[in-house]
């Protein structure tokens, strides 16, 4: 398939989520890519106790499990890895990386599983293949050439276990070096930097029981769930039954969020579903910090009216500081402001208000509607007012949920897997292992590549991921690559960040979650945590994709063997990952007695202080108000703000298939959301072939021939797919604090199609 066949067949958009064409899209899908038994094998030991964890999203898993505890993507998900397709030498002799540059992302990654490690040498147009020894002893070769730890980056993406990215820190370290950007940098950072200012700990407060079974209002903000966490949908429901409330906050009317048709229950599949969202505000792209100033407003105001009675002050005398200094803030708000950055009326704001005083308990979910521009860390400090204006944190149903992407994300985190992690972390990984691990901190995803750029990088190395295309400015990013001299990617499958390399290139196959992970001492599981701070095992069933590939573990204890000998114990890491678990309870809070306490079905729940007993562990102690000035980017007249999102057919850059069933779109992914009225105004129609045109300071960025779709969203907002949009996303716009890439905030303007 090329680009060419890129053909965007617009229909109407679908009210709800799932049901039958779902379910019936879904295997369709998994027998193809992987026969009959396969998928049952696999499906069915999905997200089970003694199952793997499905590899799609970070949601957590119910207590009363379903036979069938997945979703339509998670299932594609699995399907994809599970496929019994290969790449192998064969393919790699057949085609030259020049000739694989010009196929479309959809067909690098079809064609299946990687299945042996290849090699690109200086100047050479194929990749052909290496032994693993031979592999490993070229890269622990390269990184003691450099004469500064620091010219390596080792990047990671958010499928690692636990096990794997703590032994890859521990490299990385060992080395020398704190360069060890991942894409939370590109994802979740944002809502890490705000929590952690806040409350202190840069995660959610809440547990899925909070929301199933507790809480009475829940607000999703900046959130796609009947694509990105269909499973949410369940709990969703659960919730409404029991007489929860909804508030969906999102310029586009996502299907998840009207109405959803649960494929688990015979009713969900034949009937017409449950109502989800009780109230819809169409905020404009990044007019949430306004909307909540709004709302904290409201309530302050109504507080004063109903003497007192709104507002949990006796826990804000308690348990937070700077009440004060925000409330005089708030009272100097000005209605007009609020309303024309956030695009609706104040009576709009004051309903949703009447909402939060009639719950008791509240949860706000959010996902990457809120990270990705630059003022989110502002726009979750908003947040958590909200939330502590009415004592809506530690307690349950009530608290803050990010609502994770990656299903390994935050574990990997935890495992310090950060550029920038405490001293404390530092130094009781100096007590176990013996070494002085760098102070200094590392590069995050933005200054690696623009340390890549300037040709200070010797060594890229990633565990996972497909860097170039989920990177801002994509161009520039792949341009960078070349100035390295070896690239290596840890890999399941075949993507563009493998074509873009530098002087020398790896390619690494590795085991996938499905598969089993034989080493020394037996069969291995490993561990994950989810976006709700459970720790649990995950192992594989089936046999690996090929007799070569091996575990993301024992390739970076592999590498680590093959430049420090066995200083550290990487043999015995690799043997036996109960080792790596002893090693982790030792240095990681929360994971006493880990081997024992993971054993138990479900795993367990990492402490934390706001949610379990309001300690929080700020520097004054408590919960902290901040004072946020409402404000958004300023589009100039004749131009859109574009938000990227995710397709109902993709895997952040992994793409599926070429359709988006729930907003209508069929076929192609070159398509461009915009209001109708936008369209008419700039003599458009819907239909019409346009170019995108990134405005960032002077610098025009162009991503050509998307069609227009007239849109239910804003006046003045758009949207287009990630990654085909990555190219207009400046490398220089990023979120203040967490340096998060704006992708959600881009002042673009639309130019008819050559
Ligand atoms: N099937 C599938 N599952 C996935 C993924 C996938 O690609 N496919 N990706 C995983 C990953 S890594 C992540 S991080 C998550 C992502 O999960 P989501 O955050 O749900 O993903 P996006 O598609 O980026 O959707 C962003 C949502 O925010 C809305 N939005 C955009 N701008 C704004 C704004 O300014 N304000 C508000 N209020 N809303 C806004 C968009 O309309 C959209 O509904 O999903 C994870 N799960
Ligand atoms: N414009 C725009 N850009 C974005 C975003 C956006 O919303 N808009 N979202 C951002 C977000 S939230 C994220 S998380 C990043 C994602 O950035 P990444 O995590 O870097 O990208 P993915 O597409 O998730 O990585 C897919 C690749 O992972 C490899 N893979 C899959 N499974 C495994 C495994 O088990 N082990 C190993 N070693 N490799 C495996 C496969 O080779 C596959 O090609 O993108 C970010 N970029
Ligand atoms: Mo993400």
Not at 176 to 188: A, R, Y
């Amino acid at each position: 398939m090329t680009d060419d066949a890129d053909s965007p067949k617009v229909g109407r958009p679908k009210k709800s989520a799932v049901g039958i064409p779902g379910i019936a899209h879904s295997l369709q899908y998994a027998l193809t890519e992987m026969g009959p038994v396969r998928t049952a094998k696999t499906l069915l030991k999905m997200n089970h106790i003694d199952g793997f964890d499905c590899p799609s999203c970070a949601w957590p898993d119910p207590d009363r499990r379903k036979a069938a505890e997945f979703c339509e993507n998670g299932a594609k998900a699995v399907a994809w890895e599970a496929t019994r397709k290969r790449v192998g030498p064969e393919f790699f002799a057949a085609n030259s990386v020049a000739e694989l540059l010009e196929q479309p992302d959809h067909w690098l990654e079809y064609n299946g599983r990687l299945t042996e490690p290849m090699y690109l040498a200086p100047d050479a147009t194929h990749y052909t293949p290496i032994s693993w020894d031979a592999a490993l002893a070229l890269t622990a070769d390269r990184l003691r050439a450099m004469d500064d730890p620091n010219r390596a980056v080792f990047y990671t993406s958010g499928r690692a276990s636990n096990e794997a990215a703590f032994v890859y820190q521990l490299l990385a370290r060992r080395l020398g070096t704190n360069n060890l950007p991942d894409c939370s940098n590109m994802c979740h950072e944002s809502s890490g930097a705000a929590l952690g200012q806040t409350i202190g700990i840069g995660k959610g407060t809440v547990t899925l029981p909070d929301i199933a079974d507790q809480a009475d209002l829940i607000v999703i903000v900046g959130q796609n769930p009947g694509t990105n966490h269909p499973r949410m949908l369940t709990s969703l429901e659960d919730a409404k039954k029991r007489g929860a409330k909804i508030v969906a906050i999102n310029p586009l009317p996502e299907a998840g969020l009207v109405k959803f048709r649960n494929p688990q229950t015979p009713r969900g599949l034949a009937g017409p579903g449950t109502k989800l969202a009780d109230r819809f505000l169409s905020v404009r792209v990044n007019g949430d910090l306004a909307l909540f100033a709004g709302a904290n407003r409201a309530l302050l105001e109504r507080d004063d009216a109903a003497l007192g009675t709104v507002l949990d002050h006796d826990f804000i005398a308690r348990y937070s500081d700077g009440f004060d200094e925000a409330a005089t803030h708030w009272r100097g708000l000005d209605w007009a402001t609020i309303e024309a950055q956030c695009g609706l009326r104040r009576k709009q704001i004051e309903d949703f208000v009447s909402d939060v005083i009639a719950a008791d308990k509240i949860i706000v979910c959010w996902a990457m509607g809120l990270t990705q521009h630059r003022n989110a860390v502002a726009t979750i400090r908003e947040i958590v007012n909200f939330l502590l204006l009415r004592g809506n944190i530690g307690r349950p149903g009530a608290g803050a949920a990010p609502i994770r992407g990656h299903s390994n994300v935050q574990g990997d985190r935890t495992m310090g897997i950060w550029e920038r992690m405490p001293d404390t972390f530092l130094d009781k990984l100096q007590a176990e292992f013996g070494f002085d691990p760098p102070r200094e901190h590392g590069w995050d995803t933005v200054n690696a590549i623009r340390a890549m750029r300037d040709g200070q990088v010797d060594v890229f190395f990633a565990l996972g991921g497909n860097f170039v295309a989920a990177t801002p400015d994509a161009e520039v990013t792949a341009a960078s690559m070349a100035n390295c001299k070896l690239t290596v990617h840890v890999a399941t499958k075949l993507n563009r960040s493998h074509l873009h390399h530098g002087r020398e290139a790896l390619l690494l196959p590795c085991l996938g979650r499905t598969e089993r992970d034989h080493q020394a001492s037996g069969e291995q599981f490993v561990t994950v945590e989810d976006s709700m701070s459970m720790v649990h095992s995950s192992i594989g069933r089936l046999a690996p994709g090929s007799p070569h590939l091996r575990s993301e573990v024992a390739i970076v204890t592999g590498l680590g063997l093959a430049l420090f000998g066995e200083d550290v114990g990487w043999g015995e890491m690799r043997d036996d990952y109960r080792t790596i678990r002893e090693h982790i309870e030792h240095v990681v809070p929360g994971f006493h007695a880990f081997e024992e306490r993971v054993a138990h079905p479900g795993g367990f729940i990492l402490p934390s202080g706001p949610r379990d007993s309001r300690t929080f562990p700020t520097a004054t102690g408590k919960a902290r108000f901040t004072v946020n000035p409402p404000d958004t980017v300023t589009v100039p007249d004749g131009h859109l703000l574009l938000q990227t999102v995710r397709s109902h057919d993709q895997f952040n850059t992994t793409v599926y298939g070429l359709d988006d069933r729930y907003r209508g779109i069929k076929g192609g992914r070159r398509v461009v959301f915009v209001n109708a009225d936008d369209l008419r105004q700039f003599g458009l129609a819907d239909g019409d072939i346009v170019d995108l045109i990134s405005v960032w300071r002077d610098e025009e960025r162009r991503a050509k021939a998307f069609r227009a779709v007239a849109y239910d969203t804003p006046p003045g907002c758009a949207a287009a797919y990630f990654p085909e949009a990555n190219v207009l996303v400046p490398l220089d716009s990023t979120a203040e604090t967490s340096n998060t890439p704006t992708s959600k905030s881009i002042v673009i303007r639309l130019e008819r199609s050559a």
